[in-house]
Nanobody, 115 residues
Framework: QVQLVESGGGLVQPGGSLRLSCVDS????????MGWYRQAPGKERALVAR???????IYADSVKGRFTISRDNTKNTVYLQMNNLKFEDTAVYYC?????????WGQGTQVTVSS
C-alpha cells in the first residue's frame, strides 16, 4: 500500500535552508512523476516543483533558483532542498504524484520562515 510521508520542516530565519523528504512506503514513486506542493494560510494548495521518473524537473517561478527537487529511487524518497528561504515560503508542504491523487495527500510538513 502506498503511503507518502513528509518530513524535514521546521522554523527557519529568512535566508536559511531546509531539506524536505518524502518517503514512499509502497516503492512505486520511482516509476512516477512526483511533485512537492504547498499550502499557505488562506491560500489554495499549489505545485512548487515536480520531477519525472527520468529526473527532469520543473519549478514554480516563485522558487526557481532557490529550490531543488531530487529523487533517490533506491530509497523511494523524493527531496526538496530549499535555500534562501523567504517569509512567503511559509506553508505546509506536501508531496504527491503529479498530477496529484487525492487519496495520497498526507499530513504534510510545516515550514515557517520567521525572524
Amino acid at each position: 500500500q502506498v503511503q507518502l510521508v513528509e518530513s524535514g520542516g521546521g522554523l527557519v530565519q529568512p535566508g536559511g535552508s531546509l531539506r524536505l523528504s518524502c518517503v514512499d512506503s509502497g516503492s512505486i514513486v520511482r516509476f512516477n512523476t512526483m511533485g512537492w506542493y504547498r499550502q499557505a494560510p488562506g491560500k489554495e494548495r499549489a505545485l512548487v516543483a515536480r520531477i519525472s521518473s527520468g529526473g527532469s524537473t520543473i519549478y514554480a517561478d516563485s522558487v526557481k533558483g532557490r529550490f531543488t527537487i531530487s529523487r533517490d529511487n533506491t530509497k523511494n524518497t523524493v527531496y526538496l532542498q530549499m535555500n534562501n528561504l523567504k517569509f512567503e515560503d511559509t506553508a505546509v508542504y506536501y508531496c504527491n504524484f503529479y498530477p496529484s491523487v487525492q487519496r495520497y495527500w498526507g499530513q504534510g510538513t510545516q515550514v515557517t520562515v520567521s525572524s
